[in-house]
């Protein structure tokens, strides 16, 4: 069902109205989304504005501004970015106040704040500490002011020592791509070996990529994006979904491989379809999902079953007979859930395993660091596909308020940043768990 807060929205004649009644309905703002291909400079035309004068990343931050095609100033800035990693006292912080308090009128519709700062645990003293975790607070609330204007607001925490790494998080950021993303803290370090070459344009081209639930909705935009910047995907879906499956692999220019992840030769079913191809495989997309929803009282054992098995035991058994094929500097992408952070009245099965999930990327993401294989998990919010379709109407409208953003996001959202994590530059986020929930109110 389309968002019929989004229809009123488009109407000027409705918000009018909803304005002069009072209702406290947020109306969403229609978000600026990545069009086409990455491109080398996707904010020509745009500005950013880079504060304090003189902090440790400046130089930096206005390099990737500038490479991005940004100017460095406007009468409405599309962003602004903060580099409090210098900041070791709290007194300090009042310089963010200053930085950000006269763009909160200005800042474009759709825009981006981001504070670049430390993670807690690498800092020297306990005022720093506090300070630095003073971002994430600001982060967060800043991102619920300014999303009503449909912006957003993230916190990237730079290891000391990876600074190089924090091109692409903040590119990303910065670009209209992370159009779903907002009250996010995201690490930077250098646990994940990099590779030899982070390509701008078709990060992907000459990589393969297997995305399983492919046949639709979040798989579906995943293939496609993917596809987009250069791969050639394998679309795994169940066998039954063969005719759908078949046309997203015809869409993509990929390849379909009917496979229920759950079956105990599903692992070597994958092997020997990507041996008698490729030889190997760049990107694994687990993103096959099913919900089985009940209260805990009236769940049967089979619906605790079905969701356990497809959400984890198969990522964890996939990926395990996988690993003599995925390439080194691979990358592992996961679907976890907002779910699996907070749990859920009625998802006690999905929110075990989607928290399983987020345990599954920390504890492997080391394992393999070595050989410059990332393992991230992806939390989305509320999405506009299938599965949202099975709740219930009213909890669906109120679901999709929950988002800074007053709305739900779409597959595409997701995709984006599916892609983002799939590209060699992401080799500084490992074992994390990004939401993509437009700043909904759960999870860290
Ligand atoms: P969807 O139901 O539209 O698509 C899921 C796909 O997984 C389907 O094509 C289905 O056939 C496939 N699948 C299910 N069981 C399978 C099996 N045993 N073997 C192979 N394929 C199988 O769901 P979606 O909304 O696109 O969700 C995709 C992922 O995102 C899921 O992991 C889901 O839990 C997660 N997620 C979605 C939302 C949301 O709001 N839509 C929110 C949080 C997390």
Known sequence: MADLLLQLASSSRARRVVRTLGLPIPMPTTLVRGDGPWQRQPLAGRSVVVAPGDSPLRAAVDDVARAMGAEASGERPWAAVFDATGLEAPEQLRGLFDAFQPLMKTLATSGRLVVLGRPVQDVSSVAEAATQRALEGFVKSCGREVGRRGATANLVQVQPGAEERLQATLRFLLSPRSAFVSGQPLRV????????????????????????????????????????????????????????????????????????????????????????????????????????????????????????????????????????????????????????????????????????????????????????????????????????????????????????????????????????????????????????????????
């Open 189 to 444: 370090d250098g646990v994940c070996a990099a590779p030899p070459r982070v390509p701008l344009e078709q990060p992907l081209a000459g990589k393969v990529a297997l995305v399983t639930g492919a046949a639709r909705g979040i798989g579906r935009a995943i293939a496609g994006a993917l596809s987009r910047e250069g791969a050639q995907v394998v679309i795994l879906d169940r066998p039954d979904d063969a005719e759908e499956g078949e046309a997203v692999a015809r869409e993509v220019g990929g390849r379909f491989l009917g496979c229920d992840v759950t079956a105990p030769d599903a692992a070597a079913t994958v092997a020997a379809h990507l041996r008698d191809g490729p030889g190997h495989v760049d990107v694994v997309v687990h993103n096959a999902g099913v919900t089985r929803d009940k209260t805990l009282a009236k769940m049967r054992p089979e619906q605790w079953d079905l969701t356990l098995a497809v959400n984890l035991s198969a990522i964890v058994r996939l990926t395990e007979g996988l690993d003599p094929l995925i390439a080194d500097h691979g990358r592992i992408v996961c679907l976890s859930s907002i779910a699996g952070l907070a749990g859920n009245v009625g998802q006690t099965n999905y929110a075990a395993s989607k928290a399983g999930v987020i345990g599954f990327v920390q504890a492997l993401a080391p394992r393999v660091a070595e050989r410059g294989i990332a393992v991230n998990a992806i939390a989305p919010g509320f999405i506009e596909t299938r599965m949202t379709k099975a709740i219930p109407a009213a909890t669906r409208e109120v679901a999709r308020r929950l988002s800074n953003l007053a709305q739900g996001g779409l597959p595409t959202d997701v995709a984006e940043v599916a892609t983002f994590l799939s590209s060699p530059g992401a080799s500084g986020l490992t074992g994390q768990t990004l939401r993509v929930c437009g700043g909904n109110f759960v999870g860290r």
